[in-house]
Nanobody, 119 residues
Framework: QVQLEESGGGLVQAGRSLRLSCAAS????????MAWYRQAPGKQRDLVAT???????NYADSVKGRFTISRDNAKNTVYLQMNSLKPEDTAVYYC?????????????WGQGTQVTVSS
């Protein structure tokens, strides 16, 4: 069983920064891909950024150059550094973690953390 604990959300003014974190705990052999998604009011849940076990990252065009995804494998934690925040970044942010529990892979969602950016 795996639990994800998200933190770091809040309300900030446009142009400021936030850092989200998501720590995985429980029984698993390893963590594969980790990612962040977001869902704005009335919108679908969209992919923001991914990071593979090898450290390869990908970003949505809307956040490229402003957001950075990283991971600390020793802490089983993924981070999302969000700089130059814009009102359109306002959403609930969800971490997504794929773990291996031998012999299968399983995907888990965090409960979400609210990010609100005021103009």
């Amino acid at each position: 069983q795996v639990q994800l604990e998200e933190s770091g959300g809040g309300l900030v003014q446009a142009g400021r920064s936030l850092r989200l974190s998501c720590a995985a705990s429980g029984r698993f052999s390893s963590i594969n891909t980790m990612a962040w998604y977001r869902q704005a009011p009335g919108k679908q849940r969209d992919l923001v950024a991914t990071i593979t076990s090898g450290g390869t990252t990908n970003y949505a065009d809307s956040v490229k150059g402003r957001f950075t995804i990283s991971r600390d494998n020793a802490k089983n934690t993924v981070y999302l550094q969000m700089n130059s925040l814009k009102p359109e970044d306002t959403a609930v942010y969800y971490c997504y973690v794929v773990v291996n529990i031998s012999p299968r892979n399983y995907a888990y969602w965090g409960q979400g953390t609210q990010v609100t950016v005021s103009s």
